[in-house]
């Protein structure tokens, strides 16, 4: 949307200088990536997340190094793209890992893109979630919870 309007308008604004005949295709192009770089500069948000609670598993390697060698409690989420209650429950785990402060952090793992690590913790049913302390699996929780279930399930362990 952004980029749209921003177009739009240095089309309107500069079209007397984009339309003169004494310019070639090569200046014109040239003219419009410089009032298009100067615009993003100043428009876009480019500052990273710091102490975020929660990151995607990449691979079974990243699971081992951020979920099983995590110095504080880790909830894994393992659920997939087309699960409904999937969908419901992801952000309100989220929300009640971000209350915490770091004190435990949330690990998402997608089944359809990591089928051997769902096999390994037994993962029959989406959404599961596990809690991992320690480098092993200390509860677990299968379907959509109440928000008191969750609550609870994560203030528990940590």
Same mark, same amino acid.
């Given at each position: 949307?952004?980029?749209? *309007?921003?177009? =739009? *308008? ?7 200088? @984009? &339309?003169? %005949?004494?310019k =070639?295709?090569q ?9 298009? !770089? ?5 428009s876009?948000? &480019?500052?990273?997340v710091? #102490?975020? &609670? =929660? ?7 990243d699971f081992? +190094? *951020? /979920?099983?060698?995590? &110095? /504080?409690?880790?909830? !894994?989420?393992?659920?997939?793209? @087309?699960c ?7 952000? *309100? $785990?989220?929300s ?18 990591? %089928? +051997? ?5 037994? $993962?029959?049913?989406? %959404?599961? /979630? ?13 379907? #959509?919870?109440?928000?008191d279930?969750?609550?609870?399930f994560v !203030?528990d362990?940590?």
């Open positions: 949307m952004f980029l749209s *309007r921003s177009c =739009s *308008r240095l089309i309107r604004s500069s079209a007397t200088k @984009w &339309t003169n %005949p004494q =070639s295709p200046q014109m192009t040239t003219k419009l990536s410089e009032v298009f !770089a100067a615009g993003q500069r100043s876009f948000h &480019t500052s990273q710091v #102490n975020s &609670t =929660s990151f995607n598993v990449q691979d079974e390697e081992s +190094e *951020r /979920v099983l060698q995590s &110095t /504080v409690p880790v909830v !894994a989420d393992f659920h997939a793209e @087309w409904g209650p999937c969908k419901l429950l992801g952000p *309100r $785990i989220e009640e890992v971000g209350k915490h402060d770091g004190k435990v952090l949330l690990a998402k793992v997608d089944i359809d893109d990591m %089928p +051997e690590l769902a096999m390994k913790y037994k $993962i029959n049913v989406v %959404p599961s /979630v596990l809690l991992f302390k320690g480098g092993a699996e200390v509860d677990r929780f299968q379907g #959509n919870v109440d928000d279930m969750l609550e609870h !203030a362990k940590i």
